[in-house]
């Protein structure tokens, strides 16, 4: 009895998961409500024995880390673009060569290379920059909009804006010009036109008494 039970038990199992299958039950849920997409097989779907589950669930298949990763990049947030920390007025020992700053060497200085750099001339040292241990996943060190503020944008719209706003006035005031010039020849080819017929008409008339 109890192996025939069993039986039972396992071909009400096996029509239960056809019947999800094509769409006809519906879906086994989670412990958090989530639906299990019944196309997943069976030995992703169950738990190993060291783990309490009641039933069908893929907590297992998920990052326990995640949460931990997720505080401590919150925690770690992105570097102050362009920080500075220390303003030295001379030369230190163990500085780039080029610009004097202690937070990198010579061969990593970015700024333009000095026809004689910091070390000899011991002016125009630059300021340190702000080192920060930023953590990334490997989502984040291949992410190539990590860091971007879109505020940044703003200016470039600023700048479209001001430069659109000169366009429409040039334009304008180059339209109210070709319109006074084309009136006044207008009026000038008028004027024109008007004495010459007034010339026209009075030598008529003088041949007229003649």
């Excluded at 239960?16 to 519906?26: D, H, I, Y």
């Excluded at 102050?80 to 163990?94: E, H, M, S, V």
């Excluded at 300021?127 to 060190?141: I, M, R, S, T, Y």
Aim: net charge positive; glycine share 8%; with cysteine.
């Amino acid at each position: 009895m109890a192996s025939s039970s069993k039986r039972d038990e396992y071909r009400r199992a096996m029509e239960l998961e056809e019947a999800r299958k094509a769409g006809m039950a519906p879906a086994a849920v989670d412990e958090d409500g989530k639906e299990i997409n019944p196309h997943i097989p069976q030995f992703m779907t169950s738990a190993p024995w060291y783990m309490t589950s009641d039933g069908p669930t893929l907590k297992h298949q998920r990052n326990w880390n995640q949460e931990k990763q997720d505080k401590e990049r919150k925690a770690s947030g992105w570097y102050d673009r362009g920080a500075k920390t220390f303003q030295a007025t001379k030369y230190r020992k163990g500085a780039c060569q080029n610009c004097g700053a202690m937070t990198h060497k010579t061969r990593d200085c970015v700024e333009r290379p000095r026809a004689k750099g910091a070390r000899w001339t011991n002016k125009n040292i630059a300021a340190d920059e702000k080192v920060q241990n930023v953590k990334l996943g490997f989502e984040g060190k291949r992410d190539r909009w990590n860091g971007y503020d879109s505020r940044d944008y703003a200016k470039v719209q600023q700048r479209f804006e001001k430069i659109e706003g000169l366009k429409q006035e040039q334009a304008k005031k180059k339209e109210l010009e070709e319109r006074f010039s084309k009136k006044a020849s207008d009026e000038a080819a008028a004027a024109d036109k008007g004495g010459h017929g007034g010339a026209a008409a009075s030598a008529a008339g003088e041949d007229g008494d003649k």
